[in-house]
């Protein structure tokens, strides 16, 4: 079992009267590697703040082992930050930054051979041995970086918190950044808690993931609890690709979208309950018209390299499909989706709000009905997700 290390219970933070953080709850454990992850303004430095000690929640507890330190100042607590822009001291060199810290520390007073030791360790853990006098202004951005990381750690916090600490960097760097950053965690055995409002970062990093929206958290799972079973459509389209549809839940393992039956996984809701139904745009295969669950026109393709994004539009409903196949825009084709390419959601406020990819092209495109007979499959054994009274 995990260790839990911080807590924060009911933390709401408002400033002059306008709320911006609504009633948190979140637990922290030990060594583990947490992402809060939601859009600009969304309270991600706000929650950091508060773990660090540079604000005070207007109510609510923070909790460090169980022992209340909403009154702790930031020095005392056991905890370091990386900032965005790291704040490097550019009169110093590498070692010199990387020492400050320890060379603060009064009680006790440490040596210069700790000290010397500690940093030299401290590059070695971010790559960087050999650089202790280069001066920082000499120095890449990701190297940059890296001093700031060995600057945080270097004091042996027991959680490091790192606010959007990649934000400067190009993809690349960003790439092999991440990688590191998970392998410093993993190699020093404290706990990380970060903050991105890159989802791809996040699902890639974190055991955790705590989506966060209008200071409010969404949702808490792990990257593929929230990857695939997204709480309400705002997780499901802040996480990667989705097409939302209204649905209607007739029994466990039956849901109704554009007025068809379609077997699904989901169970739990009430009898004819609304949905939101979530079909990522990779659960799509395209069939031959025929056999299509749905049929559709495609309006836009784009090439992404690895597949096409494709726009398909469907009695008006406009959904973005992910193949390796090329299809020809105005080609008419058929869609299946199997029983696992649905998630079904609770309504939420969200509802509506996400999901649909209408305005990726705007002109309106009659459809046909599909031609696909799922009794003509029965019988032939192929019973796909398509569902018949
Ligand atoms: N000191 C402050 N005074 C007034 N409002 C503030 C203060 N600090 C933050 N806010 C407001 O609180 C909200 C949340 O801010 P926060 O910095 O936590 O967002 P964020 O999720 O980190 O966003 P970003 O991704 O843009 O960094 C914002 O609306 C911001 O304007
Ligand atoms: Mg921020």
């Known amino acids: 079992m995990a260790k839990e290390l911080i807590r924060l219970v009911n933390c709401s933070m408002a400033f002059d009267g306008e709320v911006v953080l609504d009633n948190i709850n979140i637990y922290f454990n030990d060594k583990k590697f947490l992402t809060l992850l939601g859009p600009s303004g969304c309270g991600k430095t706000t929650t950091l703040r508060i773990i660090g000690g540079f604000l005070k929640p207007t109510s609510g507890d923070v909790l460090f082992d169980g022992v209340r330190i909403n009154d ?5 607590r056991r905890v370091n930050t990386v900032f965005q ?39 070695e853990v971010v790559n960087l041995k050999g650089f202790e006098h280069r001066q920082v202004s000499s120095l890449s951005g990701g190297q940059q970086q890296r001093v700031a990381i060995a600057r945080a750690l270097v004091n042996r916090p027991e959680v490091l918190l790192l606010d959007e ?17 998970k392998r410093i965690q993993q190699a020093m055995g404290i706990t990380f808690i970060y903050v991105t409002h890159d989802q791809e970062e996040a699902l890639s990093m974190s055991d955790t993931v705590v989506v966060m929206n209008e200071g409010k958290i969404q949702q ?78 495609v309006t836009n393709v784009t090439f992404k390299g690895v597949h096409y994004d494709i726009i398909v539009d469907f009695k008006g409903f406009k959904w973005l499909i ?45 459809i046909s009905d599909s031609e696909y007979d799922p009794e003509a499959e029965e019988e032939d054994g192929q019973g796909g997700g398509y569902y018949e009274d």
């Open 72 to 76: 702790v100042p930031p020095h005392r």
């Open 220 to 297: 808490i799972g792990t990257p593929e609890d929230i990857y695939n079973e997204p709480k309400n459509a705002f997780v499901a389209d802040f996480i990667g690709e989705s097409n939302i549809v209204d649905g209607i839940m007739h029994e466990d393992g039956v849901v109704e979208i554009f007025g068809r039956k379609f077997k699904c996984l989901d169970s739990g809701f009430d009898p004819m309950e609304p949905v939101d139904v979530v079909i990522r745009p990779e659960d799509v295969d395209i069939v031959p018209l025929k056999e299509g669950m749905l049929t559709g026109l």
């Open 85 to 123: 822009k790291y704040a490097l001291f550019p009169h110093l060199d590498v070692f010199e930054n990387i020492a400050f810290g320890l060379r603060l520390q009064k009680k006790p007073k440490l040596a210069e051979a700790e000290i010397k030791e500690r940093v030299l360790e401290m590059l």
């Open 322 to 366: 992910q193949t390796t196949d090329f299809c020809p825009v105005d080609s008419k084709i058929g869609i299946k989706i199997d029983p696992d390419g649905f998630h079904v959601m609770k309504k939420s406020k969200y509802s509506g709000m996400f999901g649909d990819y209408s305005s990726y092209s705007d002109e309106y495109d009659e």
């Open 165 to 181: 600490p990649l934000g400067a960097l190009d993809m690349r760097l960003r790439k092999d950044m991440q990688n590191e950053l």
